[in-house]
């Protein structure tokens, strides 16, 4: 079995300052993880993903994600939040070598952002 | 490539009506998932497909929901009769190498 825990459901941070959302995963095999955002009656969007290698993975609008596999963490970063950050964020994991395709996601974390 | 396309975007039906979500895929993805999503029980995935077989429907509430996917440009979800505990919004979302590329929602309520 597979699972995401994100364990808060609100994280709020004022403009400029650096954010992390944060995402813990279980799985059995190796890891394929996810992030994604969800705007305000809009679907989720990809942000990035980490499959393998750098442990630091970068992905769109400034976001980055590190994997921390003894922590079986996956955090999401910003340096510096912007107000159009304010959006749903959801954490996804799959099992690289199983259960092909299927991903399970948290429950999301509602971020907000303000000037 | 313009995405993963869903219609129709809002539907206002009564109890006991039929449901019919639709689907078209981005062009050269291999999988298809369909998710519900609601304040109450969040993001669900429904049911999955690969190269246009039903996979997984583990996630398939009842009897009265099925999904179809006839070719790989097309697939539907259908609910028959609908009950009022089915309003929620159904993702689409196709996939080629992990992650997946969602449409924008199909807004259900059943009065």
């Known amino acids: 079995a597979q699972s995401v825990a994100q364990p808060e459901d609100q994280v709020n941070v004022a403009e400029g300052n650096p954010l992390t959302v944060k995402c813990t995963y279980s799985v059995s095999g190796n890891p394929y993880l996810f992030w994604y955002v969800q705007y305000p009656n809009r679907g989720l969007q990809f942000l990035l993903k980490?499959?393998?290698?750098?442990?630091l993975v970068k992905g769109s609008y400034g976001f980055e994600a590190e994997f921390n596999k003894s922590q079986t963490s996956f955090h999401l970063k910003k340096p510096s939040a912007l107000v159009s950050d304010s959006a749903l964020y959801f954490c996804a994991v799959r099992d690289f070598n199983t259960n092909a395709g299927k991903s399970t996601f948290g429950d999301g974390t509602t971020l907000t952002v303000k000037p | 490539d313009a995405g993963v396309i869903q219609s129709p975007r809002h539907e206002v039906t009564e109890m006991g009506q039929e449901v019919t979500l639709r689907c078209k895929p981005i062009?050269?993805?291999?999988?298809l998932f369909w998710y519900r999503q609601t304040m109450m029980r969040g993001l669900e995935l429904l049911i999955y497909f690969n190269n246009n077989v039903p996979i997984d429907d583990s996630g398939m509430p009842e009897d009265r929901f099925s999904a179809k996917m006839p070719n790989a440009s097309f697939s539907t979800l259908k609910i028959q009769p609908s009950e009022p505990r089915d309003s929620a919004v159904y993702f689409c979302a196709s996939s080629y190498s992990g992650e997946l590329f969602f449409g924008e929602g199909s807004r259900l309520t059943v009065l």
């Open positions: 062009s050269g993805h291999n999988s």
């Open positions: 980490y499959i393998t290698g750098d442990n």
